[in-house]
């Protein structure tokens, strides 16, 4: 699924659902659209969950622990002195 453009999987996981109102099994769908079933399921889950927002990707990469020191001066400070 990650070689699908970011709306190509959007759209993707919206005909998934729109499939499983439907009542289509996970499996049928998952042939259908190339996925598992499991991942069908997960689509499923998580749209039940968090509603369209889950259809969505999320931000990829690494998440910032401490704020840079160059963005706004902000050193941070050592447990020792030396």
Do not use: H
Not at 37 to 50: L, P, Q, S
Not at 68 to 73: D, I
């Amino acid at each position: 699924m990650r070689l699908l453009s970011f709306a190509a999987r959007e759209e993707r996981r919206r005909q998934v659902v729109s499939l499983r109102r439907r009542s289509w099994r996970y499996e049928a769908i998952g042939a259908q659209r190339g996925l598992l079933g499991a991942g069908v399921f997960d689509i499923c889950k998580g749209y039940g969950r968090e509603g369209a927002q889950e259809l969505k990707d999320k931000q990829g990469g690494r998440k910032s622990i401490m704020p840079c020191s160059t963005s706004n001066g902000w050193q941070p400070q050592l447990p020792y002195p030396w």
